[in-house]
């Protein structure tokens, strides 16, 4: 079974701190991606990577970045935390191919909470 | 890349048969159609995937009509189980990356 973890389930960080969030697979997977999750907005794409330093923005990147050195790791940074960065953070994980093989696997999720 | 749209939220009982329809009028000649399922507090999991025609497998069906411009997530006999959000998504093809997540169902199943 894939595996995608993510380095902590629940983070509370104060306002204007950097703060990272670490995701690791162990699938081999070319592809990683960093969403957030927000109640009425479902998940909305904020980076994705699709080789080793090689990223791309999503739909939201203001106020992120994100770090691919490894293949199996892909970290989201937020360089000074804001309020309305509180959110729960998804990492997930695919092959690169064909579309029929286009799963993404997701990890447990980061609920963050910015004071 | 293509917008889904979904229902917010659906109501069932134990036993039923659910039907949600997911809109996707500008749905790409390369576009895949995939079901998402979401427990609370825990990351989406992959239900099922079609490109056209109808696609079975052991936890849901997919209907895709032949215009493609929509398609319906056929879960049979709901349990407490299932309550979960359900999402749509449609992208893939071409040698696409990105998947663009609506905002999902949400699936109430009650006895």
């Known amino acids: 079974d894939v595996k995608v973890t993510q380095s902590s389930r629940y983070l509370v960080k104060r306002t204007g701190e950097k703060v990272f969030l670490e995701c690791v697979q162990d699938?081999?997977?070319?592809?990683m991606f960093w969403y957030r999750q927000d109640p009425g907005l479902g998940l909305r794409l904020i980076y994705f990577?699709?080789?080793?330093?090689?990223?791309e923005k999503g739909d939201i990147p203001e106020g992120y970045s994100v770090s691919r050195e490894k293949k199996e790791r892909f970290s989201l940074i937020l360089e000074s935390a804001s309020t309305n960065q509180t959110s729960m953070y998804l990492c997930?994980?695919?092959?690169?191919?064909?579309?029929?093989?286009?799963?993404?696997?997701f990890g447990p999720g980061t609920r963050l909470t910015v004071l | 890349l293509a917008k889904t749209t979904q229902p917010i939220s659906m109501d069932s009982y134990e036993g039923q048969e659910v039907n949600i329809t997911c809109s996707h009028n500008?749905?790409?000649?390369?576009?895949?159609i995939t079901w998402y399922q979401q427990f609370p507090s825990q990351g989406p999991r992959f239900i099922i995937q079609?490109?056209?025609t109808k696609v079975t497998n052991e936890v849901a069906s997919l209907f895709i009509p032949a215009d493609r411009k929509s398609s319906t997530l056929s879960l049979p006999r709901v349990s407490l189980s299932d309550t979960a959000v359900y999402y749509c998504?449609?992208?893939?093809?071409?040698?696409?990356?990105?998947?663009?997540f609506g905002t999902g169902t949400q699936l109430k199943v009650e006895l």
């Open positions: 990577s699709y080789d080793v330093k090689m990223k």
């Open positions: 699938m081999d997977h070319e592809n």
């Open positions: 079609g490109y056209k």
């Open positions: 500008n749905i790409a000649t390369n576009d895949y």
């Open positions: 997930a994980s695919k092959s690169p191919g064909l579309a029929s093989t286009d799963t993404q696997y």
């Open positions: 998504l449609v992208g893939g093809g071409g040698g696409g990356n990105k998947l663009t």
